[in-house]
Nanobody, 127 residues
Framework: QFELVQSGGGSVQPGGSLRLSCVAR????????VAWFRQAPGKEREGVAY????????NYADPVKGRFSISRDNGANTVYLDLNSLKPEDTAVYLC????????????????????WGQGTQVTVSS
């Protein structure tokens, strides 16, 4: 069985930090580019961060640049998303997604590019 299992998330006050993890079980994550998406109630799914197979290239959506950081530990079959300086508008369900191929996809922000998805984890930013 091939799974992407997420952990982390929760509730935090504005300005706080969280770390999300995404672990591949049953397959090798290093052969895949990985992205984090988020979806807030009543809004479309949006990509926030992307990383290629060896971690050499990353990209970020404008709303999270300078605040979020994506990284990976291929030895642990895990990709991380560090969320810093959180704002109420960051509240959403966050999902990791993987696409076969180590290079950054040309259309890396397109959710349709990704074949495997985690189960999602809630991040709530509120005072």
């Amino acid at each position: 069985q091939f799974e992407l299992v997420q952990s982390g998330g929760g509730s935090v006050q504005p300005g706080g930090s969280l770390r999300l993890s995404c672990v591949a079980r049953g397959w090798t994550l290093s052969r895949y580019a990985v992205a984090w998406f988020r979806q807030a109630p009543g809004k479309e799914r949006e990509g926030v961060a992307y990383i290629d197979g060896d971690g050499a290239e990353t990209n970020y959506a404008d709303p999270v640049k300078g605040r979020f950081s994506i990284s990976r530990d291929n030895g642990a079959n895990t990709v991380y998303l560090d969320l810093n300086s959180l704002k109420p508008e960051d509240t959403a369900v966050y999902l990791c997604a993987a696409r076969w191929g180590t290079h950054m996809p040309t259309y890396y922000s397109d959710a349709a590019e990704y074949e495997r998805w985690g189960q999602g984890t809630q991040v709530t930013v509120s005072s």
